[in-house]
């Protein structure tokens, strides 16, 4: 899935190094949160990419669990600094 948002993710990619956030990806990465580990799709510097399938935000069952997937892999990534 990840060739499918090339394009997008060299934009991106171009933004974070604009604002000094590493631009060296980290693929696969096993974070500890409060409700157990979980494992990221990316991670540059703080900025966490996750991959979903096409339509999975559209329902608001989808969002909730991708934005707390995503909260919990941020407050993981503070307290390691």
Known sequence: MRKKFGFPLKRLLNLFSHLGISTQPSYEQKLTTL???GCTDAVYGFGIIEYERPGKIAALAG???V?????????SKARES
């Open 63 to 65: 969002r909730k669990e």
């Open 67 to 75: 934005v707390e997937r995503l909260s919990n892999y941020l407050a």
């Open 35 to 37: 409700q157990g580990t």
